[in-house]
Nanobody
Framework: QVQLVESGGGLVQAGGSLRLSCVAS????????MGWYRQAPGKQRELVAS???????NYADSVKGRFTISWDNAKNTVYLQMDNLKPEDTAVYFC?????????WGQGTQVTVSS
């Protein structure tokens, strides 16, 4: 089992920045990849960014050049640095961990970007 706890969401004006954190605990050694997803009201959950244990990263086209995902192994923490935020980035952001055929989710953190 892996437990994930997100933090760092909030309200920010367009053009501003936020950094989300996701602390993992439990069977950390089983994790192959971690990622951030988001879900806006009335929309499906979508992948924002992912990072694999070897360091490879993927980003949704809508956030490329603005968001950066990173993984601090020493702190068992994944970060999502979000810069130049736009109102369309408003959503609940969820941390995800994947490994050994299992998938784990955090409780989500709200990000609201005002215009």
């Amino acid at each position: 089992q892996v437990q994930l706890v997100e933090s760092g969401g909030g309200l920010v004006q367009a053009g501003g920045s936020l950094r989300l954190s996701c602390v993992a605990s439990g069977n950390i050694a089983s994790i192959d990849a971690m990622g951030w997803y988001r879900q806006a009201p009335g929309k499906q959950r979508e992948l924002v960014a992912s990072i694999f244990s070897g360091g490879h990263t993927n980003y949704a086209d809508s956030v490329k050049g603005r968001f950066t995902i990173s993984w601090d192994n020493a702190k068992n923490t994944v970060y999502l640095q979000m810069d130049n935020l736009k109102p369309e980035d408003t959503a609940v952001y969820f941390c995800n961990a994947d490994g050994w055929g299992y998938e784990y989710w955090g409780q989500g953190t709200q990000v609201t970007v005002s215009s």
